[in-house]
């Protein structure tokens, strides 16, 4: 099974620095996507980003931008330009590639951290 | 374009009443799931579907039962709801067109068991 950890419950950031949200993840595959998701006082999960494990290059959207790790199983997120409304939780999350009739392609998410940006 | 929406949005139950969450997408997908979301664990799933007819359990299936009986719609029952069900309750879906797309949530239902 895999498991992802999100070894920081909180952190908080000037507005705009720069901020590095740590992700890592355990798993026996080979191919896989992992995701950031956004979740704000609202409650709503908005996607972030994604990323393809077999494709080498760091996903980039925006002020978003990962740092991915493959053999060290690591997937950071990185958060330039800190806004206001950037505030929420985020959530790391993994997904297979194989066997999506069996395991649904299903994602397993890490226990989230809590970013503040402050002004 | 809805996309997924969630009913109701809040709930409160006493314990060993039942209740149903409907899910509805207006995507086209053909994979559904529901998640539990508690603090400091993250979302956990409960059970999901790859099609109409078809359901299979996920990480926390006890105490729920699903159907999906419709491609749009994915239901999620609780028989005789406890405290421990006390939670925020997340409706997803995806397409398979792509690999490794990403999951379209719902809005979210706090559910309050007393």
């Known amino acids: 099974a895999q498991t992802v950890t999100q070894s920081q419950p909180e952190m908080s950031v000037q507005e705009a620095e720069t901020v590095t949200l740590s992700c890592t993840y355990d798993t026996s595959e080979n191919n896989y996507y992992l995701f950031w998701y956004k979740q704000p006082p609202s409650r709503q999960m908005i996607l972030v980003i994604r990323q393809e494990a077999y494709k080498q290059q760091n996903a980039t959207e925006n002020r978003f931008s990962v740092n991915f790790q493959k053999a060290a199983k690591s997937f950071s997120l990185k958060i330039s330009d800190s806004q206001l409304g950037d505030t929420a939780m985020y959530f790391c999350?993994?997904?297979?590639?194989?066997?999506?009739?069996?395991?649904?392609?299903?994602?397993?998410f890490g226990e989230g951290t809590q970013l503040t940006v402050n002004p | 374009n809805a996309g997924v929406t969630q009913t109701p949005k809040f709930r409160v139950l006493k314990t060993g009443q039942s209740m149903t969450l409907l899910c509805a997408q207006d995507?086209?997908?053909?994979?559904m799931y529901w998640y539990r979301q508690d603090p400091g664990m993250g979302l956990r799933l409960i059970h999901y579907?790859?099609?109409?007819?078809?359901?299979a359990k996920g990480e926390v299936p006890d105490g729920y039962n699903v159907s999906r009986l419709k491609k749009q719609n994915f239901l999620l029952g609780l028989e005789s709801a406890a405290p421990s069900q006390t939670s925020v309750y997340f409706c997803?879906?995806?397409?398979?067109?792509?690999?490794?797309?990403?999951?379209?949530f719902g809005n979210g239902t706090r559910l309050t068991v007393t």
């Open positions: 995507m086209n997908h053909e994979y």
């Open positions: 579907s790859v099609g109409e007819g078809t359901t």
């Open positions: 997803a879906s995806r397409t398979t067109r792509q690999g490794g797309s990403p999951l379209h």
């Open positions: 999350a993994f997904m297979k590639h194989a066997g999506e009739e069996t395991s649904g392609s299903r994602l397993t």
